[in-house]
């Protein structure tokens, strides 16, 4: 079954999009298809355990507020360290079991699936050749995170001019991305 065929189901009332990390969790929850209550949790703790306690207590008071019908999380990325992938898969696994119920359906976004489907797709070579002419001194892992920063612009803005917003913040204007994208293009 694939992702489409997983959200089609007329009753859905609530979604939530979830970008998370091993620090913070941004969320956007989405009632009858409009964009209800969005935010970011941050979780604190000296170690990656300390703060994962703090995360699940956090995530169970959210999952409080809101009768969840369906998670649509941003689909993990390849990470460059094995330590890393695993916090990460730890994080995540508190992250489902804290707001999930059995009524609760989780569906996995690839990011560059709600990306391109708000228009911020990949700089391609020509775009990329683009900015290395704006900037011929700068390096190239410069031009790489320039060009990163420009897109979690382009979606902070796309997301504030739709709905009238001023996010500042690159995690929940994700957030709303993954849980739009789930809203108007899966279900």
């Known amino acids: 079954m694939g992702l489409a065929s997983v959200l089609e189901d007329d009753s859905v009332e609530t979604v939530m999009g979830i970008d998370s990390s091993t620090n913070s969790l941004a969320f956007a929850v989405f009632k009858n298809n409009v964009l209800y209550k969005y935010g970011k949790i941050n979780f ?3 170690t990656s355990y300390e703060r994962l306690a703090d995360s699940k207590n956090k995530l169970e008071a959210l999952k409080s507020e809101f009768d969840v019908q369906y998670i649509a999380i941003e689909k993990a990325v390849m990470v460059h360290s094995v330590d890393t992938a695993i916090k990460m898969g730890m994080a995540l696994g508190v992250v489902i079991s804290s707001v999930f119920s059995s009524k609760t359906r989780v569906v996995e976004v690839v990011p560059m699936s709600w ?4 228009g911020n797709s990949v700089y391609n070579r ?17 031009l790489k995170q320039h060009i990163r920063d420009e897109r979690k612009q382009y979606t902070i803005d796309y997301f504030n001019k739709m709905y009238g917003l001023s996010i500042d913040d690159n995690d929940v204007a994700d957030a709303i991305g993954v849980g739009y994208y789930a809203v108007h293009k899966l279900i």
């Open 126 to 142: 020509q775009r990329k050749g683009e900015v290395r002419k704006q900037y011929p001194t700068k390096s190239a892992s410069w």
């Open 115 to 118: 990306q391109t489907y708000i």
């Open 44 to 46: 604190v703790g000296n």
